[in-house]
């Protein structure tokens, strides 16, 4: 006998069994919704046959799933919906899942094979909503994973912007690449792309800025987002990515459709933002669909995120969420659920009265709960959204002399990320650091000696060692009020200055020392809360560093962060160190050779004129008459 038919024969025995001599079991049904596919439809079919009926779900169903047909008859229902219709769907829903007593319902919304169905979608959502029916669905266009979905009872098992966020930021730790910006076209989902990003950027900013061991923690910082509204005008796009050389941006993440893409990239390319240094990621909605080879204007080394969306991962999916259900089954019927919830949605679409399912909440709660370990593993946030989805990342690398194409280096899975034969931007050997190769900083400054001294140029015009060039006003020399309205050059030099050449070459940036217009070191305005100054500077961001004798107050420490302080100090006298020994004669070196003689003529005559006062007032003195030594005498 062959063993399919002996499997088949001993299902039909055991559930004769469980029929007649225990408790009825009660039926239940998995409505799946499914669009319309000329060449599809018989694959789901034996997919969907598969997932009950099969060998291996006959022994899941004496071995692990016993218990369920105890409690529950399962059954799947299949509706292929053509016209898409609001007609149609509501037939879908009263035909099938009424009278079959669904209690939860599977929809699939792939945009990349049935384009157009954002409006059955939305209405599909909406019913179940109505309902109260549970709903697993498979929707690429879902956003909603960050918002708490207080009456919602879809579970969400697709990858989606929210997941491709964690992708891009599980690339940027894998190669250390702290800093990045975003550009986001106004395309559907791009509300969601941004706050997952900030989401994840905001949990590494509450981590410590150090280990326990003293190594620096990993932190992301977001430079810059830029969001544009409509990429063929290529004059305001242009202007907007120009604001990425303000904040040294080298790592950027950009989502948009395959068309805008193209523009933006474009203009990257005009402007130098796709050299060597740069690295770009994109979501899947910029690769246009079913290409394997990549746009001419995309760089070498530009990194996609890409997944399943073709039959097998439809197939892929209905297994899935059939595995869902039937694991959310097997709890209900442990915890005896039929005694304690009504199961049975028992509306029908000519009662209107008796529409929502109250108790699909529980239901919805039991799948919800479900977790599956294994190598495809399933567990839901507290939203509904599947933890764990798999993509793949996308290379552009050269084939031939001219053509470009997108070729899978590496896989996003439960376990991480791996990677391999990757071609960096620019063809370069390894990964760019993320960061400039060397900073420009902008350094605002105030005088005050001997920490920040101005001096003019040299006959030469240019600075003396141990100056640098730096951008002040005109002013007047006894009220300090600003004389001119433009700058002119100076030397600066000072305490402050040799620290700030010590750390550019130390720390290897650029930077450009000026002063501010009201030469103030910084106060706050009570009323308005700004501050001028330096402070001011640093506040307003026309400045990334101050650098002068300017005091930590409590009030600044609020609004800037200070340095370690390098000098603590009252009143302090100042030398400057000297190279090599100290003269013996150094102790004469205040005073000129003149001045010492007319101090030494003058402490010998004065002492010679004390001594002898002294002496003659003295009652101990001499007598000057002569007659004894002694007056007294």
Not at 525 to 532: I, L, Q, S, V
Not at 560 to 574: H, K, N, R
Not at 578 to 587: C, E, K, M, N, Y
Not at 606 to 625: D, V
Request: charged fraction near 20%; proline fraction near 6%; aromatic fraction near 12%.
């Amino acid at each position: 006998m062959d063993v399919h038919v002996w499997l088949v024969w001993l299902f039909s025995v055991v559930y004769l069994w469980d029929f007649c001599y225990s408790q009825r079991p009660l039926p239940v049904t998995f409505h799946v919704l499914f669009p319309k596919h000329q060449f599809w439809s018989s694959n789901i079919n034996r997919t969907l046959k598969a997932t009950l009926f099969s060998p291996s779900a006959a022994r899941k169903r004496f071995g692990e799933y016993r218990n369920v047909y105890r409690v529950f008859r399962p059954d799947i229902k299949l509706t292929w919906l053509e016209r898409d219709s609001p007609n149609e769907i509501l037939e879908a829903f009263c035909d099938q899942s009424t009278p079959s007593n669904a209690i939860t319902v599977f929809h699939v919304n792939n945009p990349y094979v049935f384009p157009q169905r954002a409006a059955a979608n939305r209405y599909i959502r909406q019913l179940v909503q109505v309902l109260g029916l549970p709903m697993i669905s498979w929707d690429t266009d879902f956003a909603g994973a960050l918002e708490p979905q207080h009456d919602s009872r879809i579970l969400q098992i697709a990858p989606s912007l929210y997941h491709q966020s964690h992708v891009m930021l599980g690339l940027l730790k894998r190669y250390n690449w702290t800093d990045f910006s975003i550009i986001t076209t106004t395309d559907p989902g791009y509300e969601e792309f941004v706050n997952a990003i900030r989401a994840q950027v905001k949990e590494t900013e509450n981590i410590p800025r150090f280990a326990p061991s003293g190594v620096p923690n990993f932190r992301f910082k977001l430079l810059s987002k830029i969001i544009i509204s409509d990429a063929t005008n290529t004059t305001k796009t242009r202007e907007e990515l120009k604001t990425l050389f303000d904040t040294d941006t080298r790592i950027i993440l950009l989502h948009s459709n395959s068309r805008d893409s193209k523009e933006i990239i474009d203009i990257a390319v005009e402007l130098g933002l796709t050299g060597k240094e740069y690295m770009w990621i994109i979501t899947s909605s910029a690769i246009a669909r079913g290409r394997s080879y990549a746009y001419r204007g995309f760089p070498f080394g530009l990194f996609a995120i890409s997944y399943e969306r073709e039959l097998q991962a439809m197939q892929n999916s209905l297994v899935r969420s059939v595995d869902i259900w039937m694991e959310g089954l097997k709890q209900m019927a442990r915890q005896r659920l039929t005694a304690t919830a009504n199961l049975s949605p028992g509306f029908t679409c000519n009662d209107s009265n008796h529409l929502y399912w109250k108790d699909g909440e529980t239901v919805y709660r039991y799948l919800k709960d479900v977790i599956i370990r294994g190598t495809d593993p399933v567990k839901f946030t507290d939203n509904g959204v599947l933890k764990y989805t798999e993509f793949k990342i996308l290379n552009v690398q050269r084939k031939g002399p001219i053509h470009r194409d997108f070729v899978e280096v590496g896989k996003w899975t439960s376990l991480g990320i791996e990677m391999q034969d990757i071609t960096w931007p620019g063809e370069a050997a390894g990964p760019p650091k993320g960061k400039p190769e060397k900073y420009h900083l902008r350094v605002v400054t105030w005088k005050e000696e001997p920490y920040v001294m101005y001096r003019n140029h040299n006959d030469a015009g240019i600075c003396d060692i141990g100056t640098v060039p730096c951008r002040v006003y005109p002013r007047d020399e006894d009220t300090n009020i600003r004389t001119g309205n433009t700058t002119v050059v100076k030397c600066c030099a000072g305490l402050s200055i040799d620290l700030l050449k010590s750390l550019a070459q130390r720390l290897d940036f650029d930077y450009e020392l000026f002063e501010m217009p009201d030469g103030q070191f910084g106060s706050e305005d009570n009323r308005t809360g700004e501050w001028n100054g330096v402070m001011g500077g640093l506040q307003s961001k026309q400045a990334d560093l101050a650098i002068t004798s300017l005091k930590i107050t409590p009030e600044r420490s609020e609004a800037v962060d200070f340095s370690v302080p390098f000098l603590e100090t009252g009143i302090t006298i100042i030398v400057a160190l000297r190279d090599g020994a100290i003269s013996p004669t150094a102790f004469l070196e205040p005073y000129d050779y003149p001045a010492w003689c007319l101090i030494l003529l003058f402490s010998v005559h004065a002492t010679g004129t004390s001594i002898f006062i002294y002496e003659w007032l003295s009652p101990y003195g001499l007598n000057q008459g002569g007659k004894s030594p002694l007056r007294g005498n």
